[in-house]
């Protein structure tokens, strides 16, 4: 495990009520209600979830790094995204896991640089890469 030599930002929200709660930020740019999917015995309907949360995070930070490796390498990105998707599901013995696929789109690269714009992304830049090495399965494919 590796942690930063030097903390440049700290992120800070609180949940209550979990699942089926509400969350906020420090600074009130998050603030809504959280709800259970349907696919996991809840209500759903308007509100968020944590899969969601980290669906997103992990995308933008991911986007991020790729962009990142892409202006270290000097390779002129006019447009990318990536999507994320978190699944979650029973894990054995007990308990719940998380599985991850990130689709990243990088128009006009050629194929073989966008895969190592990617594959230096993962490996070297992104913290949630980092924090989920080994711990998570991230399937990250060029679509």
Same mark, same amino acid.
């Given at each position: 495990m /590796?942690?930063?030599?030097k903390v440049?930002y700290?992120a ?8 089926e ?5 420090? %600074?009130?740019?998050l603030?809504?209600d959280l709800?259970?999917p349907? =696919?996991?015995? #809840?209500p759903?309907?308007l #509100? /968020?979830n944590?899969e969601?949360l980290f669906?997103?995070g992990y +995308?933008?930070?991911? =986007?991020?790094a790729?962009?990142? &490796?892409?202006?270290?390498?000097k390779v *002129?990105?006019k447009e ?8 979650i599901?029973?894990? =054995?013995?007990?308990g719940? !896991? @998380? !599985?991850?696929?990130l =689709?990243?789109s990088?128009?006009? @690269?050629?194929?073989a &640089? +966008?895969?190592?714009?990617? %594959?230096? *992304?993962h ?5 949630y890469s980092? !924090? ?6 991230v399937?990250i /494919?060029? &679509?």
């Amino acid at each position: 495990m /590796s942690n930063p030599t030097k903390v440049l930002y700290t992120a800070t929200a609180t949940a209550k009520g979990g699942r089926e709660g509400h969350i906020h930020s420090s %600074d009130g740019v998050l603030d809504f209600d959280l709800k259970v999917p349907k =696919e996991l015995g #809840g209500p759903g309907g308007l #509100g /968020s979830n944590p899969e969601q949360l980290f669906a997103a995070g992990y +995308a933008a930070c991911f =986007e991020g790094a790729v962009r990142y &490796v892409a202006r270290e390498k000097k390779v *002129a990105l006019k447009e990318a995204s990536v999507t994320g998707h978190v699944g979650i599901g029973p894990r =054995e013995p007990t308990g719940f !896991a @998380i !599985a991850v696929k990130l =689709e990243v789109s990088l128009p006009g @690269i050629d194929p073989a &640089v +966008a895969q190592e714009l990617v %594959d230096v *992304a993962h490996r070297d830049i992104c913290p949630y890469s980092h !924090a989920t090495r080994g711990n998570v399965d991230v399937q990250i /494919s060029l &679509v």
